[in-house]
């Protein structure tokens, strides 16, 4: 079970894990609660370089689509294919088996406008 | 990751109506909705459950079991009186006055350029005694077209006068002295279990009078009682399965909800919100008022020509149908369907070739069929099935084929 302490937050309702240079990059449990089952993924390809901000998959349920934004520059070394197979990782394993991208960092600085996870969680008007 | 189009069903378009503070509404049935982990999203005003876990699953079961959703939202006129068959015939679309006791009709509220109101169930409970079921997000629509029907219909008729012997009244609004459009959706809840198990699980269910289910066809409806209370109980639904829609005084809403469900849940009912109701209804091919139908469009567009009465009768709109009947350069309602996962949403252009000739009213990754299942306006001369459009799908265009609707159609 990953440690949500561990993880920054973005108010787009994004998660990352930070490993060295590379970050993991998955949308919340709000947010895939939100989107209600996820039926259809669509991730970049790898090696594609992406500026923060960017648009770079869609996350679509049978009611809404999802855009996935790069939380930071960087270069993408790694899509989650099992999430491409089985959209509803998104769904049962936000945090886990749902991620979505991996992002070789352009620098070690991260991005202002993180959150952790007592923060975000206030931001989405719950209770931990 | 932001969303671009809102998480809930869709609502009808327009400024949503709200109760006089202003507030978003509750059905009686919150209580039970926050209990079972609903998420709520605004639908015509109202707060409803969109989903309750998985709107895949509450899918599934009302496609392979059953699904039990609240829809008290849904508006409520009684009409009555001497003359009212004759009224509805004058105020609709369709010929309601010869349909029998008992039996239920699908309809339309048209403005007098034709364009759609709203649609509506009209069912017949006694002689001159109609119930008619409203879009929640039209119910003020509805009022006021009624209201000004009542004063200029072509009728000469009594008003008001006691309930005819065995129908029975609810919430004890109606009663001696009536108006003859009386708007009675404040004092009752609406319940639907729809699905294969249905028929099973209402003659299960504690406190149902089941005499009135023996025998009950599909479109027609039978009053009988709850725990005492009255319960209309019709053979009706938006699903596209067999399913019964039981309608009662409020106060026995949480109550019936609970009924039902300690006789479905063995036979795997699920909770189902309106996430699941609209790919339901979309994969049945029924239209959505705001999304199909509006102001607009007339019934031919929609492929609803079959509800319209054909006679001399002058009902309101009529004049307009008959003036657009040679008009043939209107687009008309098709169903759309495409290879892959990527579906085609409400709003999205539809192309032939490089040409925009629509605009998707409804789609969706059909979770039945596995595929994606669209509606779309188009030119007739492109309405043909098998003809090969294409859908702009944020940009990239996804090949789509006329297809004869529904998209599901049960299994007898």
């Not at chain 2, 008009?327 to 892959?340: K, Q, T, Y």
């Not at chain 2, 007739?380 to 159609?409: C, E, K, N, Q």
Request: proline fraction near 6%; hydrophobic fraction near 45%; charge should be negative.
């Amino acid at each position: 079970m990953t440690d949500l302490n561990t993880l920054h937050f973005t108010p787009e309702h994004e998660w990352i894990s930070i490993d060295g240079d590379v970050a993991t990059i998955g949308i919340t449990d709000y947010a895939a609660e939100q989107l209600g089952d996820v039926v259809f993924v669509e991730l970049p390809d790898i090696d594609a370089g992406v500026t923060a901000g960017q648009v770079v998959g869609e996350i679509e349920s049978t009611k809404s689509v999802g855009e996935l934004f790069a939380p930071m520059d960087g270069d993408i070394v790694g899509v989650n294919e099992a999430v491409v197979d089985d959209p509803s990782l998104v769904n049962s394993a936000p945090f886990a088996g749902g991620w979505l991208i991996k992002v070789r960092v352009a620098t070690a600085e991260l991005p202002a406008g993180l959150l952790d996870r007592a923060a975000y969680v206030a931001l989405t008007g719950g209770a931990q | 990751m932001t969303t671009a189009s809102p998480a809930g069903a869709s609502a009808t378009p327009g400024p949503a109506p709200r109760d006089a503070t202003g507030e978003p509404r509750f059905t009686p049935l919150r209580g039970i909705h926050e209990a079972l982990g609903a998420t709520f999203t605004d639908f015509g005003g109202w707060q409803m459950p969109v989903r309750y876990a998985s709107d895949l699953a509450e899918h599934r079961a009302v496609r392979e079991a059953a699904g039990i959703f609240d829809i008290s939202h849904m508006a409520e006129f009684l009409v009555t009186g001497d003359g009212a068959g004759v009224f509805l015939d004058y105020a609709l679309a369709g010929t309601l006055s010869t349909l029998a006791v008992g039996r239920a009709k699908y309809s339309l509220l048209l403005a007098d350029d034709g364009g759609i109101i709203d649609d509506v169930i009209v069912y017949c409970l006694g002689p001159e005694w109609y119930l008619v079921i409203a879009n929640a997000g039209n119910r003020a629509a509805v009022a006021e077209a009624f209201a000004e029907r009542v004063a200029r219909a072509p009728v000469a008729a009594a008003f008001g006068g006691e309930p005819p012997a065995g129908v029975q009244v609810f919430g004890g609004i109606v009663g001696g002295g009536l108006a003859r459009v009386e708007d009675v959706s404040d004092a009752c809840a609406l319940i639907a279990v729809q699905g294969p198990r249905a028929r099973e699980i209402v003659a299960a269910t504690a406190g149902v009078d089941a005499g009135a289910l023996d025998g009950l066809a599909y479109y027609a409806a039978a009053q009988g009682t709850f725990a005492g209370d009255p319960l209309l109980l019709a053979r009706t639904g938006y699903t596209g399965e067999d399913g019964y829609e039981l309608l009662v005084p409020n106060a026995r809403a949480a109550e019936l909800w609970q009924a039902l469900t300690a006789a479905g849940a063995p036979l795997g009912m699920l909770p189902a919100g309106l996430a699941s109701r609209d790919t339901l209804r979309l994969e049945a091919g029924m239209p959505l008022y705001g999304h199909e139908l509006s102001r607009e469009v007339l019934p031919a567009q929609a492929g609803l020509g079959r509800v319209v009465a054909q006679g001399e009768g002058e009902f309101v709109g009529r004049e307009a149908l008959l003036a657009s009947a040679s008009d043939a350069s209107r687009p008309v309602l098709v169903g759309l369907v495409a290879e892959g996962r990527c579906a085609g949403r409400a709003g999205y252009a539809v192309f032939d070739g490089d040409t925009q000739v629509g605009e998707v009213t409804s789609g969706a990754l059909s979770p039945t069929l596995g595929h994606p299942i669209a509606m779309a306006f188009v030119p007739p001369a492109l309405a043909d099935a098998g003809t090969v459009l294409s859908i702009d799908v944020r940009g990239t265009r996804v090949p789509a084929t006329v297809t004869a609707l529904p998209f599901y159609r049960r299994k007898k």
